[in-house]
Nanobody
């Protein structure tokens, strides 16, 4: 059984920064993709950033140059550094881990990020 616990969300002013963390507990196979998704009220959940076990990354166009995803495989933790935050970044952010060799898919409970003056 795998559980993902997000932390680091909160209220921040436009232009500010936050760092989200997501720690996996339980057993996971080493070959996987960890990612961050977000969902705003009335909108579909969308991919923000993803990172493979070997460090390959991808980002939504809307966050390129502002957000950085990273992971610590020993700690089974993925991070999302968010800089130059905009009001449109306001959403619930969800952590995800998906197996790339063995099939599994787990989600965290979500953490609220609010960007407002």
């Amino acid at each position: 059984q795998v559980q993902l616990v997000e932390s680091g969300g909160g209220l921040v002013q436009p232009g500010g920064s936050l760092r989200l963390s997501c720690a996996a507990s339980g057993s996971t196979f080493s070959l996987n993709v960890m990612g961050w998704y977000r969902q705003a009220p009335g909108k579909q959940r969308e991919l923000v950033a993803g990172i493979t076990s070997l460090g390959s990354t991808n980002y939504a166009d809307s966050v390129k140059g502002r957000f950085t995803i990273s992971r610590d495989n020993a700690k089974k933790t993925v991070y999302l550094q968010m800089n130059s935050l905009k009001p449109e970044d306001t959403a619930v952010y969800y952590c995800n881990v998906r197996g790339t060799v063995y099939s599994y898919d787990y989600w965290g409970q979500g953490t609220q990020v609010t960007v407002s003056s």
